[in-house]
Structure formats: structure tokens, C-alpha cells
T-cell receptor, first 114, second 115 residues
Framework: DAGVIQSPRHEVTEMGQEVTLRCKPI?????LFWYRQTMMRGLELLIY????????DSGMPEDRFSAKMPNASFSTLKIQPSEPRDSAVYFC????????????FGQGTRLTVV | GENVEQHPSTLSVQEGDSAVIKCTYS??????FPWYKQELGKRPQLIIDIRSNVGEKKDQRIAVTLNKTAKHFSLHITETQPEDSAVYFC??????????????FGTGTLLAVQP
């Protein structure tokens, strides 16, 4: 199993542009999480899905952030318009309910908004 | 609200010494507590976890203890080595029932093992 796959690994964009981050969870996992990591705030849970359905998006910072999971093998996190304070590493993780939400992380996308 | 506090934020030890990282959580119903290690520029990776029906768990040089009454749990690393240097995150599973359970992370501890 290739693990959780995220793309791109690095993204540099100008303020105001739309950014789309992608995630492919581990096959068979029924939970998918999006986290944001910064020096100041650590690992923040933004949103998570169970069986492709968004369960809790209370961590999404603003309406500029949106996430979708059209099928069990793909999810996107979109920021539109992006701002410099969105610069962070964004991690996707997946897990299985019957393993107590043991989360496996992707390698992350380092986003820099200039 | 959901809260996991982690201390210290940074920890420096000499090679061979022990390191202890402590976390507290706010929800008495939480029953699953994993620990993740994140090396520089890499993803967080699970190193050990404990469930609330157990007070202590060991895996070679790593051990985790849980005190449900006090709502705190700790990571213990013995005989530290330079390759143990990383950021360590604790986490707690907050239970809201069914699909709404949520894994919340502490703010991390930067461990530096001096050779």
C-alpha cells in the first residue's frame, strides 16, 4: 500500500489566487482528515469525512476554505482566494473506524502564499 | 470544549538520559490516546498508543502511561539517542458517538537529544 498520497508537495502562489490541494486516502479507510500545521498553532483539524460525507467542518477557518470528497479515493481542499496567512503545511490523514481512528498521515503540502 | 494541552514545548536532554512529555485532555469520555513523532520536514507517524482500559504500555525504549482520573497521559523515552530528536505530538480521541468522534492533537514538543 502506498499510504496516503498528497499533491502537490509544494505550492507557491500569489495572494488572491485559488489553491487546490489533493489527497488520496489509503484504500479501505473510511475516514479522511484535513489538518493544517503552523509553528504558532500546531496541528489543527480543519474538517473530516466519514464514508465521503463531511462530519465536522468546525475547524475550517473561513468561508474561503472548502473541502470535498466526491468518492472514497479522492478529496480536495480548496482555498479561494488565498492569503499570506494561509501559508502552512496541510496534511491529509486517513483511518478506519474499527481501528479507533488510528490516523495515517500523508507527506503534506507546503503552501506558501506570497 | 475539546482541548489537549502538552508540556513542555521544548525539551533538551543528553544522549542516554530519559525524556518525559506530558499531556492533559478535557473530555473524561476520551478512550484512545496515540503519540506521533514528526521528524523535520516529514509527516507525523504513530509511535505508540494506549487505550483507557490500560494504565501503561511499553515498546522497547518507549512507554506511555495513562491516568484517567486525572485526565493526563505521558510519553517516556529511555536511553535517548540522537535519532529520537523530533517533534512529538500527543492526541486524544473525543467521543461524540458514531462517525462524529474526533482526534485532537496537542501543540507538540520539540525534543533535542544532545550527543
Amino acid at each position: 500500500d502506498a499510504g496516503v498520497i498528497q499533491s502537490p508537495r509544494h505550492e507557491v502562489t500569489e495572494m488572491g489566487q485559488e489553491v487546490t490541494l489533493r489527497c488520496k486516502p489509503i484504500s479501505g479507510h473510511d475516514y479522511l482528515f484535513w489538518y493544517r500545521q503552523t509553528m504558532m498553532r500546531g496541528l489543527e483539524l480543519l474538517i473530516y469525512f466519514n464514508n465521503n460525507v463531511p462530519i465536522d467542518d468546525s475547524g475550517m477557518p473561513e468561508d474561503r476554505f472548502s473541502a470535498k470528497m466526491p468518492n472514497a479515493s479522492f478529496s480536495t481542499l480548496k482555498i479561494q482566494p488565498s492569503e499570506p496567512r494561509d501559508s502552512a503545511v496541510y496534511f491529509c490523514a486517513s483511518s478506519q473506524q474499527n481501528r479507533g481512528l488510528l490516523a495515517f498521515f500523508g507527506q503534506g503540502t507546503r503552501l506558501t502564499v506570497v | 470544549g475539546e482541548n489537549v494541552e502538552q508540556h513542555p514545548s521544548t525539551l533538551s536532554v543528553q544522549e542516554g538520559d530519559s525524556a518525559v512529555i506530558k499531556c492533559t485532555y478535557s473530555d473524561s469520555a476520551s478512550n484512545y490516546f496515540p503519540w506521533y513523532k514528526q521528524e523535520l520536514g516529514k509527516r507525523p507517524q504513530l509511535i505508540i498508543d494506549i487505550r483507557s482500559n490500560v494504565g501503561e504500555k511499553k515498546d522497547q525504549r518507549i512507554a506511555v502511561t495513562l491516568n484517567k482520573t486525572a485526565k493526563h497521559f505521558s510519553l517516556h523515552i529511555t536511553e535517548t539517542q540522537p535519532e529520537d530528536s523530533a517533534v512529538y505530538f500527543c492526541a486524544a480521541l473525543f467521543l461524540y458517538g458514531g462517525a462524529t468522534n474526533k482526534l485532537i492533537f496537542g501543540t507538540g514538543t520539540l525534543l533535542a537529544v544532545q550527543p
